[in-house]
């Protein structure tokens, strides 16, 4: 199993920035991707971007352009920037960790981490 520990979820103005990040310790060898999930009163979860082990990146269109996923290998961390945010930002977002590895195949979940976008 992998502990994900998430940190950077703050009130911030509209336009503002703000850099989530995600800390994966325990059994991280049979990651195949990382990524930040969001979930907004009454609506669903939704991916917001995805890297892989090979490097490769998804966004969700919504935050194309404004938001940035990047990692730490080293550090065994991934972050989040969150450029230009808007009030439709605002959610809970939660850090993923995807197992894939023959029978292995599970995922883990941070504790998630509140952003409010507001004036």
């Known amino acids: 199993q992998v502990q994900l520990v998430e940190s950077g979820g703050d009130l911030a103005q509209p336009g503002g920035s703000l850099r989530l990040s995600c800390a994966a310790s325990?059994?991280?060898?049979?990651?195949?991707?990382m990524g930040w999930y969001r979930q907004a009163p009454g609506k669903q979860r939704e991916l917001v971007a995805r890297?892989?082990?090979?490097?490769?990146?998804y966004y969700a269109d919504s935050v194309k352009g404004r938001f940035t996923i990047s990692r730490d290998n080293a550090k065994n961390t991934v972050y989040l920037q969150m450029n230009s945010l808007k009030p439709e930002d605002t959610a809970d977002y939660y850090c993923?960790?995807?197992?894939?590895?023959?029978?292995?195949?599970?995922?883990?979940w941070g504790q998630g981490t509140q952003v409010t976008v507001s004036s």
């Open positions: 890297i892989t082990s090979g490097g490769s990146k």
């Open positions: 993923n960790a995807n197992h894939q590895r023959g029978f292995l195949q599970y995922d883990d």
């Open positions: 325990g059994s991280i060898f049979s990651i195949y991707a």
